[in-house]
């Protein structure tokens, strides 16, 4: 189309991105508020398609903290404007300044009755990862797609399911029933299961609200459950996540939970190894047909400083994959954003460390032998 322009959407285009998203869409609408924080603070960049002075068509990718991973999260063309390729150009633009940003993969979510949108992303090489079941507000599913950015590398991927917590404090849980599940399909992955997890393997306390759990507590979970467990971690006190409350009292009761844990570790005879996780030790337990656990500083993925559970999925020559379970809709982090995320490898040896103190835990899965 003559005269049209794509480039990045600036803070003064706010009224006309707003304008053009109503005019697209009846339901699912980014707010002006959403456009606002997306301009001006998000973790994330906005492209528009200009023709004359008006926007025609605008795409808003999402890019996540400390993994290569772009979401396309809208994609929206003026009606009168369609039948020139706009939408192609606009996603083209957002791969490229994808890539730009170190991210290797674009994920998305469209309508299965939305056609033409469909055809776009399957003749651009975007491949299906599943449906998600009342996705849109009218309660629509939503097809899943992403796409390698990098040259149509063989990237590696699991059939880890994946399993959202429920409650705030409940990430251990989570991601041990991802990793049992992994080891055995059948294995019933509800929130009674979760909250049965939980506690077992609390540590009661932590620096606010609710406990969460401690390696050798969700290692006890899985071993009394009929799975195979080994534990790492890297220190062999009893002062495990004291740093994270700060009544004497309260420490006194996490390490009272921490040696009772210890001693029903030791009377189950579960190896427990003195060291801390890398991302090499996660590697070797993949390629042992194992699904590892791991605590990481939930810092480098969200910002937050607690610690936080996720489960490790899949490697191959180019990233480690995590199940992140815990998506946060009103922070645009959905169940999307937390699949099989690729991290690289020096990004997750830098993760796997929490607290002052470095702590380092991993519980390692496997099927009972």
Not at 348 to 366: F, P, W
Request: hydrophobic residues 35%.
């Amino acid at each position: 189309m003559t005269g049209l322009s794509i480039g990045q959407a600036l803070p003064e285009d706010l009224q006309q991105l707003v304008d053009l998203e109503n005019r697209c869409f009846q339901l699912d609408r980014l707010s002006r508020r959403s456009f606002q924080h997306l301009l001006t603070h998000g973790h994330a960049f906005i492209l528009k398609a200009v023709l004359g002075d008006q926007i025609v068509g605008s795409a808003v990718v999402l890019l996540h903290r400390s993994t290569p991973l772009a979401r396309l999260y809208s994609l929206a063309v003026d009606a009168n404007a369609r039948g020139h390729q706009i939408g192609k150009r606009l996603l083209q633009q957002a791969e490229s300044r994808a890539l730009d940003h170190g991210c290797s993969f674009m994920r998305l979510e469209v309508r299965p009755d939305s056609t033409v949108a469909l055809n776009l992303y399957r003749n651009s090489h975007y491949r299906d990862l599943g449906t998600v079941t009342g996705y849109y507000e009218d309660g629509a599913p939503a097809f899943r797609m992403e796409k390698a950015l990098s040259g149509g590398a063989n990237f590696a991927r699991s059939k880890a399911p994946y399993y959202a917590q429920t409650l705030p404090f409940t990430c251990g849980p989570a991601s041990l029933i991802m990793a049992m599940k992994a080891q055995q399909p059948d294995f019933t992955a509800d929130r009674s299961a979760e909250l049965d997890i939980w506690r077992e393997s609390t540590t009661v306390y932590m620096t606010g609200g609710h406990g969460g759990c401690s390696a050798d507590g969700l290692a006890l979970a899985a071993h009394n459950r009929g799975f195979d467990v080994e534990i790492l971690i890297n220190t062999k006190g009893d002062d495990i996540f004291t740093s994270s409350v700060r009544e004497p009292e309260k420490k006194e009761v996490v390490r009272l939970v921490q040696q009772d844990f210890r001693r029903k570790v030791n009377a189950a005879r579960i190896p427990v190894k003195t060291t801390t996780a890398t991302s090499s030790d996660l590697r070797a337990a993949l390629d042992g047909d194992k699904t590892p656990v791991v605590l990481i500083s939930h810092y480098r993925l969200t910002g937050s400083r607690a610690p936080h559970w996720v489960t490790v999925t899949a490697a191959d020559d180019h990233f480690i994959y995590i199940h992140d379970p815990e998506p946060d809709p009103p922070e645009n982090r959905f169940e999307t954003d937390c699949m099989n995320l690729p991290v690289a490898d020096s990004e997750l040896d830098r993760m796997v460390n929490y607290g002052k103190d470095r702590l380092s835990a991993a519980v390692l899965i496997s099927r009972r032998k």
